[in-house]
């Protein structure tokens, strides 16, 4: 593996488990101390564990990313504990509950923009000075292939998700000319702990879910992790809001 990270700080929230874990180590497999964040404790320490198996620095630290405050003392803890940051991945979300949309309960819907979109605007309105401090750097959001076609049955998810691509633009035109890319990821159907609460152990479910990828399976977390860390690198230095599907095809059908 390449070390093209090395000397680089990247931060990556909900990186206790699932894509974040995976996220993290791929970056510090390429040589990146990373601040691990997400709101629980255990499964970032555990996280930061096996990030320093790669010989690189790796905090975790506990955050809930829908309190601008915390997000604010998350972003110090990388420049003050690693000495800057260079990449961010902001990747926390939630699928929220089902519903159609006339039925989709008011409280669940603000909860669900609240993790997914109001999350992301406030860690990539915090990342964007500290990495202008170091002259520049790389975010990718994580939003999904929901992000860019419309999925019954979980309004807020699609809505939330498509407005993470919108952020995605917004900000890379804003802060293009000035060293810092915003770009996004939009996964498809991944083996992740939060697909896993989804299908709740229903084979059906999965077989369905399976049957439409055009390749016939779920993608794994770390084949969205390379993808992520491809838009983090300088080998995508002249990619500015876009918005790549990882998808097994999908999102193309």
Same mark, same amino acid.
């Given at each position: 593996?390449?070390?093209?990270?090395?000397?680089?700080?990247?931060?990556?929230?909900?990186?206790?488990?699932?894509?974040?874990?995976?996220?993290?180590?791929?970056?510090?497999?390429?040589?990146?101390?990373?601040?691990?964040? +997400?709101? %629980?404790?255990?499964?970032?320490? +555990?996280?930061?564990?096996?990030?320093?198996?790669?010989?690189?620095?790796?905090?975790?630290?506990?955050?809930?990313?829908? %309190?601008?405050?915390?997000?604010?003392?998350?972003?110090?803890?990388?420049?003050?504990?690693?000495?800057?940051?260079?990449?961010?991945?902001?990747?926390?979300?939630?699928?929220?509950?089902?519903?159609?949309?006339? %039925?989709?309960?008011? %409280?669940?819907?603000?909860?669900?923009?609240?993790?997914?979109?109001?999350?992301?605007?406030?860690?990539?309105?915090?990342?964007?000075?500290?990495?202008?401090?170091?002259?520049?750097?790389?975010?990718?959001?994580?939003?999904?292939?929901?992000?860019?076609?419309?999925?019954?049955?979980?309004?807020?998810?699609?809505?939330?998700?498509?407005? =993470?691509?919108?952020?995605?633009?917004?900000?890379?035109?804003?802060?293009?000319?000035?060293? =810092?890319?915003?770009?996004?990821?939009?996964?498809?159907?991944?083996?992740?702990?939060?697909?896993?609460?989804?299908?709740?152990?229903?084979?059906?479910?999965?077989?369905?879910?399976?049957?439409?990828?055009?390749?016939?399976?779920?993608?794994?977390?770390?084949?969205?992790?390379?993808?992520?860390?491809?838009?983090?690198?300088?080998?995508?230095?002249?990619?500015?809001?876009?918005?790549?599907?990882? +998808?097994?095809?999908?999102?193309?059908?």
């Amino acid at each position: 593996m390449t070390h093209d990270f090395d000397g680089r700080v990247a931060l990556v929230t909900g990186g206790g488990s699932g894509l974040g874990r995976a996220t993290v180590l791929e970056l510090a497999g390429r040589g990146a101390s990373v601040v691990i964040a +997400d709101r %629980d404790l255990a499964t970032a320490e +555990d996280t930061a564990a096996l990030a320093r198996e790669a010989g690189v620095d790796a905090v975790a630290h506990q955050v809930d990313v829908t %309190d601008l405050d915390a997000v604010e003392r998350m972003v110090a803890t990388a420049l003050e504990t690693l000495g800057g940051l260079d990449v961010a991945v902001n990747n926390a979300g939630t699928t929220g509950p089902g519903a159609l949309t006339a %039925d989709y309960a008011v %409280d669940a819907w603000r909860a669900t923009m609240a993790v997914n979109l109001d999350a992301v605007f406030y860690c990539i309105r915090t990342e964007i000075p500290a990495m202008l401090a170091r002259g520049g750097g790389a975010i990718v959001n994580v939003a999904s292939g929901a992000g860019l076609v419309g999925f019954a049955g979980l309004p807020a998810y699609v809505a939330s998700k498509h407005g =993470v691509v919108g952020l995605t633009r917004a900000a890379g035109l804003e802060y293009a000319r000035v060293g =810092v890319r915003v770009n996004c990821v939009c996964p498809g159907s991944t083996r992740t702990p939060m697909l896993e609460a989804f299908m709740a152990g229903d084979e059906k479910v999965e077989k369905m879910i399976r049957a439409s990828v055009p390749l016939g399976r779920l993608g794994r977390p770390e084949e969205i992790a390379s993808a992520i860390a491809w838009l983090c690198s300088d080998a995508a230095s002249f990619v500015v809001g876009h918005a790549m599907a990882v +998808d097994g095809g999908s999102v193309v059908q």
